[in-house]
């Protein structure tokens, strides 16, 4: 199969926060074999692989990511079939935005948290991504993936082992795709108001500005939000890196930060909150 290897391909353009180096080689496979094909290259060169998704929860350094970097961009993931039994099959390439569109049409319900969080089904899948309130598992019944060695296999939501903002049996393994459950009830004004309510919540509290979401995860208990803000370090900077005056939790570009501009202010913010609240907070985006 003829999957196009780009070489050197910027990724700061495909990243939501607009940062980073090249790629040493960049592939957008069109199918299940081009991806195992691509895999399969990668390990005859020794090429360490990166799942970009949507390039929401993550920073590239600025000096590039020296491997194959894989984007599920192509037609080819971007499936969204209501089963006959009831499921919704969605392909790991489709947006989440566009998943949630997409079942309004269709009168299925339960997907309206989705509508905010700017990641695809994959990166969603991996990291179990959530807002208001939900998480993304909370509407898996089945997830296919593939292993770095090519090997597919389908699982029961019950045989993976999955918590907040993680889901173990995708740590090393890429999400093709998942069966998802939709909840019971087709009221397609209620599926909207809600959708109304959840945007309405988001522009309020989040920020405009490019940005990879919220950089650390909440500790048990708490709000690392909060906890930065109590800190004092809103609108703090390093470069054009700054932590948003809206929503503490984000590191905002102002224009022209750099990937190391955006480490130091994590670095920053950790240090600061460690030693003023005495909680060690853990990213959540992969630095
Ligand atoms: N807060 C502050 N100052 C701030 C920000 C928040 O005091 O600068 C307070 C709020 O007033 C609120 C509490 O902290 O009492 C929690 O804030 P919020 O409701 O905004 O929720 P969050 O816990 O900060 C989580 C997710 C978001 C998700 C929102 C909305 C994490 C790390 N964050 O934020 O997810 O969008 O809920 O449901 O779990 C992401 O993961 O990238 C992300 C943005």
């Not at 599920?72 to 079939?81: D, K």
């Not at 935005?97 to 994959?122: H, R, Y």
């Not at 309510?197 to 919220?214: H, L």
Request: glycine content about 12%; some cysteine; proline content about 5%.
């Amino acid at each position: 199969p003829a999957t196009k290897l780009l070489e050197h391909e910027v990724l700061a353009a495909k990243t939501t926060m607009r940062v980073g180096g090249p790629a040493r080689v960049y592939a957008e496979p069109a199918g299940a074999e081009d991806l195992q094909h691509l895999l399969r290259e990668a390990g005859a060169r020794n090429l360490p692989v990166l799942l970009l998704g949507r390039g929401s929860n993550l920073i590239i350094p600025d000096h590039g990511v020296d491997g194959l970097v894989i984007s599920l961009g192509h037609p080819a993931w971007q499936s969204f079939e209501p089963q006959p039994d009831g499921r919704l099959w969605v392909g790991a390439g489709l947006r989440l935005k566009n998943l949630c569109g997409l079942a309004t049409k269709a009168g299925l319900q339960g997907f309206e948290f989705l509508e905010g969080i700017p990641g695809s089904v994959g990166g969603a899948l991996r990291m179990n991504a959530g807002a208001m309130g939900g998480w993304m598992f909370d509407v898996v019944d089945e997830v296919r993936l593939m292993t770095l060695a090519g090997e597919i296999h389908t699982r029961k939501k019950a045989e993976l082992h999955v918590d907040y903002r993680h889901c173990a049996e995708l740590h090393d393994a890429i999400a093709l795709g998942a069966w998802l459950r939709p909840a019971a009830g087709v009221d397609a004004d209620a599926i909207r108001r809600q959708i109304e309510v959840y945007q309405k919540k988001r522009v309020e509290s989040q920020p405009r500005e490019p940005s990879a979401g919220c950089i650390f995860k909440n500790p048990p208990g708490g709000s690392a939000g909060r906890l930065i803000d109590e800190s004092g370090l809103k609108g703090e900077r390093v470069g054009d890196a700054e932590v948003s005056t809206v929503h503490a939790n984000f590191i905002v570009n102002r224009g022209h930060a750099t990937s190391a501009d955006i480490i130091a202010l994590v670095q920053k913010v950790r240090a600061r909150v460690k030693s003023v609240r005495g909680v060690d907070l853990e990213p959540e985006v992969l630095l």
